[in-house]
C-alpha cells in the first residue's frame, strides 16, 4: 500500500487522506520540474541552435499537431484496455528519456539547420509520447477527484505546481547564466535537460501510486470524430471546444515568437529572460487556488467570462515598452488572468463531460486543438517572415524598430475577435452562486489588492454584467483567496 505523507497541499479538502490525490500533488510538482527546467528552455535552446524564425514556429507548431494526433489515437484504442496505468506509466518512461538526446545535441552536432530539425523530430516524439498518455490521465483523475472538491483540489494541485516549475524555472535559468559567462552554455542545457528527465521519472514514481479503478466503456458512450462533428452546433461542450480552438489559434500566432523577441531582438541575458519568464509563473502560483475557490462557487463559466477578456490585451501590451521593469509588472497582470483561464477551462471540461465519454471529448478537443495551433503558428511564423519593414497609414508611416511586435498586435486583435464572437455561445452547466462580472472583479481586487487593481483596470471594458441566474447548492464560504502570452 502506497504510504500516505503529510501533505499540506491538500489539507482542508474533504478527502484530503486519499493516497491517490496525495499521489496526484507529488506527480504535478515533479511534472511541473520537467516543464520548468525541461520544456520552458526548448526555443531559447533553439535559438542556441541557429534556428531562423520560420524553424522556431515549427519547433512550437509541429510537437503540438503530434501530441494532438496522438491523444486521438488513444482515445480511438481506449475501450481495448481495462488498466489505465499500463498506458500512461510506460508512455511518461519514453518521454522522460528522450530528454537524454535532445541535452546532447550540441555535443554530437554542429549548430544550424540540420541540428535545429534533429531538435524539432526529438521534441515531436516527446510530445507524441507525453499526448498519448493525456486522455487515459484525464480520465483516470476525473474519476479520482470527487466533483464538489474538484475547482479547489486543482487549484491546490495548480498552485503546487506553480511553485515548483518557479523554482525550476529560476534555477535553470541562473545555471543557464553562469554556463554561458564561462562560455559553456551547451553544457548548461545539457545539466537543466537531465533535471526535467529525471524529475519526470520522479513523477512516473508518484503516478504508480494512483488507485487504478478498472475503466470499462459501454457501447453506447462511444462516439466517432465525425458524429461529435455533426452534433457540434447543438452541443454546449462543443461550443466551448470551438471557443477554446480559437483562443489558442490566436496565442499559437504569436507565442513561438516572445522569446524569439527577447533574445534575439532586446538582447536579453538568459538571467534577464528567466526573470521576465518566471514572473508570469509565480504569480499563477498565487493565484491558482483562489480561482479554483471562485470557481467551486461561482462556476467555470463566470471565471472564462472575465479571464477570457483578460487575455486579449496582453500580447498588445508588449508593444507599449520593452523596459525590463514594465514587462515584469505586464507579466504579473497575464499570470493572473492566465491562471484563471487555465484553471476554468481544465475543469470546465469535467463538468460539462460525463466520465465515461471523459477521455474522447478530450482526445477530440486535443485534436482540433492542434489544427488550430498548427494554423495559427504557421499563419504567425509565415507574416513574421514577411512582415515589412514599415507599415503606411495615409500620410503616417509607421517603422517598429523590431518587427515581431506586429505579430503580438495581430494576436490581441485575433483573440478580441474570438471572445466577441464565441465567448457568449455555451453555458455553465452546474448550479452555482450568481455574481456580476464586475463583482467578481472587485472579489479579486479585494484579495489581492495591487494585483486586483491591475486585474480591474485592464478587464472592465466588454463585459456584461448580466448575473448567473442559477440557483447556487449549498457550499462552504472561499476562504482567502510555457511565459503564457
Not at 104 to 128: M, R, S
Not at 167 to 177: E, K, Q, R
Given at each position: 500500500?502506497?504510504?500516505?505523507?503529510?501533505?499540506?497541499?491538500?489539507?482542508?479538502?474533504?478527502?484530503?487522506?486519499?493516497?491517490?490525490?496525495?499521489?496526484?500533488?507529488?506527480?504535478?510538482?515533479?511534472?511541473?520540474?520537467?516543464?520548468?527546467?525541461?520544456?520552458?528552455?526548448?526555443?531559447?535552446?533553439?535559438?542556441?541552435?541557429?534556428?531562423?524564425?520560420?524553424?522556431?514556429?515549427?519547433?512550437a507548431?509541429?510537437?503540438?499537431?503530434?501530441?494532438?494526433i496522438?491523444?486521438?489515437?488513444?482515445?480511438?484504442?481506449?475501450?481495448?484496455?481495462?488498466?489505465?496505468?499500463?498506458?500512461?506509466?510506460?508512455?511518461?518512461?519514453?518521454?522522460?528519456?528522450?530528454?537524454?538526446?535532445?541535452?546532447?545535441?550540441?555535443?554530437?552536432?554542429?549548430?544550424?539547420?540540420?541540428?535545429?530539425?534533429?531538435?524539432?523530430?526529438?521534441?515531436?516524439?516527446?510530445?507524441?509520447?507525453?499526448?498519448?498518455?493525456?486522455?487515459?490521465?484525464?480520465s483516470?483523475?476525473?474519476?479520482?477527484?470527487?466533483?464538489?472538491?474538484?475547482?479547489?483540489?486543482?487549484g491546490?494541485?495548480?498552485?503546487?505546481?506553480?511553485?515548483?516549475s518557479?523554482?525550476?524555472?529560476?534555477?535553470?535559468?541562473?545555471?543557464?547564466?553562469?554556463?554561458?559567462?564561462?562560455?559553456?552554455?551547451?553544457i548548461?542545457?545539457?545539466?537543466?535537460?537531465?533535471?526535467?528527465?529525471?524529475?519526470?521519472?520522479?513523477?512516473?514514481?508518484?503516478?504508480?501510486?494512483?488507485?487504478?479503478?478498472?475503466?470499462?466503456?459501454?457501447?453506447?458512450?462511444?462516439?466517432?470524430?465525425?458524429?461529435?462533428?455533426?452534433?457540434?452546433?447543438?452541443?454546449?461542450?462543443?461550443?466551448?471546444?470551438?471557443?477554446?480552438?480559437?483562443?489558442?489559434?490566436?496565442?499559437?500566432?504569436?507565442?513561438?515568437?516572445?522569446?524569439?523577441?527577447?533574445?534575439?531582438?532586446?538582447?536579453?541575458?538568459y538571467?534577464?529572460?528567466?526573470?521576465?519568464?518566471?514572473?508570469?509563473?509565480?504569480?499563477?502560483?498565487?493565484?491558482?487556488?483562489?480561482?479554483?475557490?471562485l470557481?467551486?462557487?461561482?462556476?467555470?463559466?463566470?471565471?472564462?467570462?472575465?479571464?477570457?477578456?483578460?487575455?486579449?490585451?496582453?500580447?498588445?501590451?508588449?508593444?507599449?515598452?520593452?523596459d525590463?521593469?514594465?514587462?515584469?509588472?505586464?507579466?504579473?497582470?497575464?499570470?493572473?488572468?492566465w491562471?484563471?483561464?487555465?484553471?476554468?477551462?481544465?475543469?470546465?471540461?469535467?463538468?460539462?463531460?460525463?466520465?465515461?465519454?471523459?477521455?474522447?471529448c478530450?482526445?477530440?478537443?486535443?485534436?482540433?486543438?492542434?489544427?488550430?495551433?498548427?494554423?495559427?503558428?504557421?499563419?504567425?511564423?509565415?507574416?513574421?517572415?514577411?512582415?515589412?519593414?514599415?507599415?503606411?497609414?495615409?500620410?503616417?508611416?509607421?517603422?517598429?524598430a523590431?518587427?515581431?511586435?506586429?505579430?503580438?498586435?495581430?494576436?490581441?486583435?485575433?483573440?478580441?475577435?474570438?471572445?466577441?464572437?464565441?465567448?457568449?455561445?455555451?453555458?455553465?452547466?452546474?448550479?452555482?452562486?450568481?455574481?456580476?462580472?464586475?463583482?467578481?472583479?472587485?472579489?479579486?481586487?479585494h484579495?489581492?489588492?495591487?494585483?486586483?487593481?491591475?486585474?480591474?483596470?485592464?478587464?472592465?471594458?466588454?463585459?456584461?454584467?448580466?448575473?448567473?441566474?442559477?440557483?447556487?447548492?449549498?457550499?462552504?464560504?472561499?476562504?482567502?483567496?510555457?511565459?503564457?502570452?
Amino acid at each position: 500500500m502506497p504510504d500516505r505523507p503529510d501533505n499540506p497541499d491538500i489539507k482542508g479538502l474533504p478527502d484530503q487522506d486519499d493516497p491517490s490525490l496525495t499521489a496526484a500533488i507529488h506527480d504535478g510538482k515533479a511534472n511541473a520540474i520537467m516543464l520548468g527546467c525541461g520544456e520552458a528552455y526548448l526555443t531559447p535552446f533553439g535559438i542556441f541552435l541557429q534556428a531562423s524564425t520560420l524553424q522556431i514556429g515549427l519547433l512550437a507548431t509541429l510537437p503540438q499537431m503530434a501530441s494532438a494526433i496522438f491523444q486521438w489515437l488513444n482515445a480511438w484504442a481506449m475501450d481495448r484496455y481495462r488498466s489505465r496505468l499500463t498506458v500512461i506509466l510506460p508512455s511518461v518512461l519514453c518521454q522522460a528519456l528522450l530528454w537524454i538526446p535532445i541535452g546532447l545535441l550540441p555535443f554530437l552536432f554542429d549548430k544550424g539547420e540540420t541540428t535545429v530539425y534533429l531538435l524539432i523530430v526529438l521534441t515531436v516524439l516527446y510530445q507524441a509520447t507525453a499526448g498519448f498518455s493525456v486522455p487515459v490521465w484525464s480520465s483516470l483523475i476525473g474519476d479520482l477527484v470527487p466533483t464538489e472538491i474538484r475547482g479547489r483540489f486543482f487549484g491546490q494541485r495548480n498552485r503546487a505546481c506553480g511553485l515548483s516549475s518557479f523554482m525550476a524555472l529560476s534555477l535553470a535559468g541562473i545555471a543557464l547564466h553562469l554556463f554561458e559567462q564561462s562560455g559553456k552554455t551547451a553544457i548548461g542545457f545539457f545539466i537543466i535537460f537531465l533535471t526535467a528527465a529525471l524529475a519526470r521519472l520522479n513523477s512516473r514514481r508518484w503516478l504508480g501510486r494512483y488507485r487504478d479503478p478498472e475503466f470499462v466503456l459501454p457501447a453506447e458512450q462511444i462516439f466517432t470524430f465525425s458524429q461529435f462533428l455533426r452534433r457540434s452546433p447543438h452541443s454546449n461542450f462543443a461550443q466551448f471546444v470551438y471557443y477554446i480552438a480559437a483562443i489558442n489559434l490566436a496565442v499559437s500566432f504569436s507565442a513561438p515568437y516572445f522569446a524569439l523577441y527577447m533574445l534575439r531582438d532586446l538582447q536579453f541575458s538568459y538571467l534577464e529572460f528567466t526573470i521576465v519568464t518566471a514572473t508570469v509563473t509565480v504569480t499563477q502560483f498565487l493565484m491558482f487556488r483562489y480561482w479554483g475557490e471562485l470557481a467551486d462557487r461561482f462556476g467555470n463559466k463566470k471565471i472564462l467570462n472575465v479571464c477570457g477578456w483578460g487575455i486579449t490585451v496582453i500580447p498588445i501590451l508588449w508593444l507599449v515598452s520593452a523596459d525590463i521593469l514594465y514587462l515584469i509588472i505586464l507579466q504579473i497582470y497575464s499570470g493572473i488572468v492566465w491562471a484563471g483561464f487555465t484553471l476554468a477551462s481544465s475543469n470546465f471540461l469535467f463538468d460539462a463531460v460525463s466520465p465515461p465519454k471523459r477521455a474522447r471529448c478530450v482526445a477530440y478537443q486535443a485534436l482540433i486543438n492542434g489544427v488550430a495551433v498548427l494554423i495559427g503558428s504557421l499563419s504567425g511564423g509565415y507574416v513574421a517572415v514577411n512582415l515589412p519593414h514599415s507599415f503606411a497609414f495615409g500620410l503616417f508611416t509607421w517603422t517598429p524598430a523590431h518587427s515581431l511586435p506586429v505579430i503580438f498586435l495581430l494576436s490581441g486583435i485575433m483573440r478580441l475577435v474570438a471572445s466577441a464572437i464565441m465567448l457568449h455561445k455555451f453555458k455553465e452547466v452546474r448550479s452555482v452562486e450568481p455574481i456580476r462580472n464586475r463583482e467578481l472583479i472587485y472579489l479579486v481586487s479585494h484579495l489581492r489588492p495591487l494585483a486586483g487593481a491591475t486585474f480591474s483596470l485592464l478587464t472592465s471594458f466588454g463585459l456584461s454584467d448580466k448575473p448567473n441566474r442559477r440557483k447556487s447548492p449549498e457550499k462552504p464560504p472561499p476562504g482567502p483567496l510555457p511565459p503564457v502570452n
